[in-house]
């Protein structure tokens, strides 16, 4: 089985520092630095894809790493901020054999883990997602069984 690595976007300021909507807020300096940060965390973890919320700050995050890799980034409205952990675990369910790196928000990334305690996953490190972060989630036949929290880089 595949791990899946579930990162939370990087950082993108706060809501009220955009003058647009704010699925179109970008990434600051600090989410760019973490960005390519996720180059040398993930760079050699063998993905063969990088899925993501359709919101512009976590298509940027994953735009070095897309580099990096030769791999796209792929937008899916599953991992959109408000989804909850249904649709998540769904897209977790159909990448069940990719090492996949998946790209959220501050929102989902926790109902996702708590739904995943809930299932029985043993997380190896206290429950937490900050800005840039990474849950590295591994399987096996039966399911998730270990989450280990990486933080930030840079």
């Known amino acids: 089985m595949a791990n899946l690595y579930v990162v939370r976007h990087a950082h993108a300021g706060t809501r009220g520092q955009h003058d647009g909507p704010d ?34 700050r976590c298509r940027e995050t994953l735009v070095p790493l897309s580099e990096a890799l030769g791999l796209p980034v792929e937008p899916d409205d599953r991992l959109a901020e408000g989804s909850g952990f249904g649709p998540v675990l769904e897209l977790a ?17 926790p109902d996702l883990l708590e739904a995943l305690v809930r299932r029985g996953i043993e997380l190896q490190d206290p429950a937490r997602w900050p800005k840039g972060c990474t849950w590295v989630l591994t399987r096996d036949d039966e399911g998730f069984v270990k989450g280990r929290f990486l933080p930030p880089p840079a």
């Open 23 to 56: 699925s179109e807020r970008p990434l600051t300096e600090r989410g760019w630095r973490q960005a390519r940060g996720l180059v040398e965390l993930l760079g050699d973890a063998g993905i063969t894809r990088l899925v993501t919320s359709p919101f512009r």
């Open 93 to 109: 369910e159909e990448l069940r054999e990719t090492p996949a790196v998946l790209c959220s928000h501050g929102d989902v990334i």
